[in-house]
């Protein structure tokens, strides 16, 4: 096959499987393979694609096909301008997450915060963009997950964007502080907050269902980082949430002493956060 050849094949299997972007996510997995650029894919057009290439192309788009994330097949993703690595067996990062970012950063900035917890890190993408955006800030950022993969994609992520103020820890919640006593000024969390037994789209099955489902109800963990925030005497939480989750928060709030509680919508104004200042 040709290049442009491959990429018809790819685009019509993928049309075929009912992928909205056929002819795009086409080139973005053959550019992933070639290690070159879409623009290339189209300025080579009738340059042959070796047996091996071939072959990997054919079972790339068959995982595509079965609606496996493309993220996870090309280990990229993008947020907040930047790509990330990701690999199955973390929580693949949302758009919206992107407006808790700029919230923090905000809070950090307006009152000149230090140390920053992070409860499920994931593939890193919150502390790091915080890092990144806020650079001189001697900013320490303490964050924990308790799954091996999640910590890993962190691990990665930190060597490719430099980023050494962010300390990781395989632990629970804020277990790891019982012994580091770290007094810490905000603490931020986008933990599962599905409700057990949801039926979800066919895609997220591939994602870690421990990174989505939340309890019984969903709110449960959600809850307990409210708890914990209090308990610790952090002055700041910024959490994400469910979109029908507002008033789980606010009973739970009017038995917790604090300043302010508000919420955010996300870009579909659908509630999608909230802030506590205690």
């Known amino acids: 096959m040709t290049l442009k050849e491959a990429i018809d094949f790819g685009a019509h299997a993928l049309k075929n499987n009912q992928i909205q972007r056929p002819y795009l996510e086409s080139e973005i997995?053959?550019?992933?393979?070639?290690?070159?650029?879409r623009i290339y894919l189209h300025s080579h057009s009738?340059?042959?694609?070796?047996?091996f290439?071939?072959?990997l192309f054919i079972d790339l788009i068959q995982r595509r096909k079965n609606l496996e994330p493309i993220e996870y097949i090309t280990n990229k993703v993008g947020f907040y301008g930047e790509e990330f690595y990701i690999d199955r067996g973390v929580l693949i990062p949302r758009p919206e997450t992107e407006i808790l970012v700029d919230k923090a950063k905000d809070i950090i900035a307006q009152n000149n915060y230090k140390n920053i917890a992070e409860i499920g890190i994931g593939s890193g993408i919150i502390s790091i963009m915080l890092a990144l955006l806020l650079p001189d800030s001697n900013l320490n950022f303490y964050a924990s997950d308790i799954a091996p993969e999640a910590l890993f994609n962190t691990h990665v992520n930190l060597k490719k964007f430099k980023v050494s103020n962010i300390k990781l820890y395989k632990s629970s919640f804020l277990d790891f502080n019982k012994e580091e006593n770290i007094c810490f000024d905000l603490l931020v969390s986008n933990p599962p907050y599905i409700k057990k037994g949801e039926i979800l789209p066919t895609s997220l099955s591939f994602e870690p269902q421990k990174a989505l489902?939340?309890?019984?109800?969903g709110d449960e963990i959600l809850h307990q980082i409210i708890r914990l925030t209090y308990e610790n005497e952090i002055p700041?939480?910024?959490?994400?949430?469910?979109?029908?989750q507002r008033e789980s928060i606010e009973s739970l709030m009017q038995n917790?002493?604090?300043q302010k509680l508000e919420f955010y919508q996300d870009l579909a104004n659908l509630e999608r956060g909230f802030i506590i200042k205690f």
Not at 46 to 51: A, G, I, K, P
Not at 213 to 217: I, L
């Open 29 to 37: 997995l053959l550019s992933h393979i070639l290690n070159q650029s």
């Open 46 to 51: 009738t340059q042959n694609l070796s047996s």
């Open 53 to 55: 290439h071939e072959m």
């Open 213 to 217: 489902f939340g309890g019984e109800k």
């Open 236 to 244: 700041h939480l910024i959490c994400e949430m469910g979109y029908n």
């Open 256 to 258: 917790i002493p604090h």
